[in-house]
């Protein structure tokens, strides 16, 4: 379980950058090693980007400084603000980035892709991963623990426009608080 947060929080602090990429839409497959996998979608548009994932939806709103948490099935809703000096600027690294290196071109599920090792830094250690950026998109398409224990990959890319209302809070959806502290995106440099 400890590894499935890894590669989602690493889906936040690695994948798709708001305002530099092309809108678009792909399912998302996160595998671990010895675990069932979990599929999801994700959708981006402007600053704005949609995941789905494990029963949950995301909505990151960079234009309104604000991320929603959706509970369908409860019809609920959280709502956490990012704060201004915590939002990524886009085009830039990740603070938690320390290393890069371009390994080649590669292919991934028909899209071409440069594949990069990354390393980065969390509170307590170093890791290492592989990254490939798609070439049209602009953003990763696929992450690897550089041992293999976890794979996230996108699939089924659909590059275009996306239904706005995929990033607004659905109506009568009932608003709760849960006390929680603003939620902190990756500082960039």
Sequence with gaps: M??????????FLFLAVPGLAKDFSADVENRVKGGQPMTGKV??????????????????????????????????????????????????????????????EERVDGRAAKKYKVTYKTDKEENSMYQWIDNELQVPVKLESVDG?????????????????????????????MGMPPIKMPKFK
């Design 2 to 11: 400890k590894k499935e947060i890894l590669c989602l929080v690493i889906l």
């Design 43 to 104: 959708f981006l548009s402007g600053e704005k980007v949609r995941t789905e994932m494990a029963g949950m939806v995301s909505i990151t709103r960079l234009d309104k400084k604000v991320v929603w948490i959706l509970m369908p099935e409860q019809k609920m809703y959280m709502e956490q603000p990012l704060k201004p000096e915590d939002l990524a600027k886009a085009g830039e690294k990740s603070a938690a980035e320390i290393g890069r290196k371009y390994l080649g």
């Design 149 to 177: 224990d976890w794979t996230l990959l996108y699939k089924n890319v659909k590059v275009g426009a996306q239904r706005a209302d995929l990033f607004e809070v659905p109506s009568g959806y009932q608003k709760v608080s």
